[in-house]
């Protein structure tokens, strides 16, 4: 746990140095640019735009700058009337800025590609993956905007206008998503209004509702900002705290739509995984029972998914799988979610002596806590040559098998997860609860990325006003 910890801090304090080391480092050169320069001058890098401006017209004017393969740069002018004045010659790379942001999104899809192989219940995977495409789509509006600018070397472009529209590049993005959000809010509204219908009109069924008009609202806000700020490269001071909230909206409805991505993505991957068939236990997650003690077709689709996996293993390898059925006694409920389970799967033709059940816990955390204590105590007692590091699998509705995941990781315990269907108006919203419950589960590293982003956007609103005072 603490390691997990200690490995979350160190990756974002990397993104951080990396993400703000980049901005000084371009701050710095650009400011460099700024400065008065000599005739010959080195400027320890290559560039591929000059400009040259002097303090008073009409004195000198240039007749030639290059660089050369040592990184001199030379200017050469001619005189035109008598008198004296000096010029600044302004150096810029109009790709730094791409590549910079590129180099972050393929540093942040390494990372997530190596911790998926390490790890696929993990965090990480989904805040690697939705920075990632976060960056990396930045990189390519920006690519697009460097590839413009060389068919259109009229427009002059200034490297500093890179900046800019890295910012507005997210609020064009938020705008060109329009479509995909709205089929996807109709969606979501539509598996809502079943729901309720269905299970009735609580807070925690109304949350895909909720978040479509989320959505949309960001949608239009950010249209709202498009239209009444200024153009993308040019503004005057009075016109900047409005680019302000139109960068830092962009940026923060930008990130959480990658995350959402992302989350529903992990979700949906996590839900159709199929274990290998190389099981010791399988645990079994409740969630409710009848006052009878049956099962409600929630718990028994996780039970029968998990009855299959069983069969189909010991088919293929003969190998018998313990059962851990989990889950305590609610106020309203006459027994234990372990017992009704266990007895539900002894009537579907299950050894008794290989089922354990596990009769205390109250959430998903302790399903997993209190089942690795039975499942270690059992595998010492039983005398299994794996007993420190016994093979386990649990099963869950598909929804839940990430975040599920994810708490037996922080445990510990090397698991498997498997799903099992649900109603298709059910299983929107409850990736939305899970999205939700992630957010919050991690809300210290959200806000300190989110501060970051929008640290950057003030930044770059800025940028031009920066330079002046260089």
Not at 41 to 65: H, N, P, T, W, Y
């Amino acid at each position: 746990m603490s390691n997990k910890k200690t490995s979350s801090a160190v990756k974002f304090l990397t993104i951080l140095i990396v993400s703000l080391g980049i901005l000084t480092v371009m701050l710095l050169i650009l400011r460099k640019d700024m400065k008065t320069l000599e005739i010959k001058r080195s400027l320890g890098g290559m560039f591929d735009s000059f400009d040259v401006k002097f303090g008073q017209e009409g004195i000198a004017e240039v007749s030639e700058i290059y660089q050369t393969e040592d990184e001199i740069v030379h200017v050469i002018f001619r005189s035109v009337k008598e008198g004296t004045t000096s010029f600044t010659l302004t150096c810029s790379n109009k790709g730094r800025d791409r590549d910079s942001i590129l180099a972050t999104g393929l540093l942040l899809l390494y990372w997530f590609r190596k911790g998926r192989r390490m790890a696929f219940f993990s965090y990480k995977c989904i805040l690697d993956f939705g920075l990632s495409v976060f960056f990396l789509i930045q990189s390519l509006v920006l690519i697009g905007a460097v590839v413009y600018d060389r068919i259109h070397p009229e427009l002059q472009i200034r490297g500093e206008h890179f900046f800019r529209l890295t910012s507005f590049s997210m609020t064009l993005l938020v705008l060109l998503s329009f479509p995909v959000l709205f089929i996807f809010s109709l969606f979501l509204s539509a598996s809502n209004i079943s729901l309720i219908r269905k299970e009735g009109s609580g807070f925690s069924n109304m949350l895909g509702i909720l978040l479509s008009g989320l959505l949309m609202a960001g949608i239009g806000v950010s249209a709202y900002l498009l239209i009444n700020s200024p153009g993308t490269l040019d503004y005057s001071p009075q016109e900047t705290i409005l680019v302000v909230v139109r960068n830092i909206t962009a940026a923060v409805f930008f990130y959480f739509e990658c995350h959402l991505f992302s989350t529903f993505l992990f979700c949906q991957m996590a839900g159709r995984h199929k274990p290998a068939f190389d099981k010791d236990y399988l645990i079994i997650l409740g969630c409710g029972i009848r006052e009878d003690g049956t099962l409600y077709p929630l718990l028994q689709g996780r039970a029968d998914r998990a009855i299959a996996f069983y069969r189909a293993q010991l088919e293929k390898t003969g190998r018998k799988a313990f059962f851990v059925p989990s889950g305590g006694q609610g106020p309203d409920e006459c027994m234990p979610e372990g017992e009704a389970i266990r007895n539900y799967l002894i009537s579907q033709g299950i050894p008794e002596e290989q089922i354990i059940p596990e009769t205390k816990s109250v959430n998903t955390l302790q399903n997993m806590k209190f089942s690795q204590e039975i499942i270690r105590a059992n595998a010492a007692l039983t005398e299994q040559p794996d007993a420190e590091d016994p093979v386990i699998a649990f099963s869950t509705t598909n929804y839940h098998v990430f975040r599920a995941g994810i708490l037996a990781a922080d445990l510990g315990m090397n698991v498997d997860g498997m799903g099992a269907k649900t109603k298709w108006y059910f299983w929107p919203n409850a990736l939305i609860r899970e999205f939700v419950g992630m957010l919050v589960r991690e809300w210290k590293l959200h806000l300190s990325l989110l501060i970051v982003i929008a640290t950057l956007s003030v930044f770059s609103a800025n940028l031009q006003w920066l330079f002046e005072l260089f």
